[in-house]
């Protein structure tokens, strides 16, 4: 047998692997603690909603994670302590984000999400971290749909250019 058969969690993981689990559990960090100030600043129940569920997914993506890691004995990065909450009246007007602010920065960290797991994916030759990825991918879709409908329902999708009536071609 080689070294690449059999139970894929006892395979060795590649340099690319280990940086995309790596890079993806800083990040699952980043959004922890960003999405917990979004969090203080969000006023639309939905949106809060959403926040929320941004911020269970992370951490369970830190877990998986850093248990990967950790078992492949590779070190983690630091934890970034909890914001506390603070009350949405406690926050002056001008330093405050606006729900729409936060949904279209939501969007953007979903779909940018996408990308960074489909190239985990695609580089991955142990099936449980490609596998994992895939999963991370589903979930950012679904919801990256819920934050596409809030911004919809809400009048804060701003859309690109339509192009609305086409030029016409010269034959």
Known sequence: ???????????PMHYGEIFGVWAASVAARG?????????????DKDLKKI?????????????????????????????????PPVKLEDIPAGAKFSDPEIAAKIAVDTSAGLVACSQAMAQSIREDIGALFAKYHLTKAALGLKILKLNKEKGWLI????QIKRPESEK
């Open 159 to 162: 859309p690109p250019p339509l």
């Open 51 to 83: 926040l929320n569920d941004l911020i269970d997914q992370a951490k369970l993506e830190i877990k998986e994670l850093d248990t990967i890691l950790s078992d492949n004995g590779i070190p983690s990065a630091p934890i970034m302590p909890d914001k």
């Open 31 to 43: 959004a922890v603690s960003c999405y917990q100030t979004y969090l203080n600043h969000a006023g």
């Open 1 to 11: 047998m080689g070294v690449l058969s059999g139970n894929p969690k006892d395979e």
